[in-house]
């Protein structure tokens, strides 16, 4: 499985920015995708993501703010974020778990500015 990520970048405190991810290297669905994101000297850690029965997790910093969603006929995976604080500076990953295993995709910056 591969996870192509996209749709990062700057962006004022108070804006937006939408991230995508698709996944390809498969003719089946993935149910677990997700994001994840990790700041400078900090663990990476999850922002949002879709559960294994499809309900939908967020992490406690994002809720109400972040949005996620997908298009399960492209495989594709979304991240709404709105309300953008400089704190959610990080460069956010993508994530999907098939058959078990873990795939990242590689990565794409959102910077907020003050």
């Known amino acids: 499985v591969q996870l192509q990520a996209s749709g990062g970048g700057l962006v004022q405190a108070g804006g937006s920015l939408r991230l995508s991810c698709a996944a390809s290297?498969?003719?089946?669905?993935?149910?677990?995708m997700g994001w994840y994101r990790q700041a400078p000297g900090k663990q990476r850690e999850l922002v949002a993501t879709?559960?294994?029965?499809?309900?939908?997790h967020y992490a406690d910093f994002v809720k109400g703010r972040f949005t996620i969603s997908r298009d399960n006929a492209k495989k594709t995976v979304y991240l709404e974020m709105n309300s953008l604080k400089p704190e959610d500076t990080a460069v956010y990953y993508c994530?999907?778990?098939?058959?078990?295993?873990?795939?990242w995709g590689q990565g794409t910056q959102v910077t907020v500015s003050s």
């Open positions: 994530n999907a778990v098939f058959r078990g295993d873990p795939f």
């Open positions: 290297g498969t003719r089946f669905s993935i149910n677990r």
């Open positions: 879709f559960t294994s029965d499809s309900n939908r």
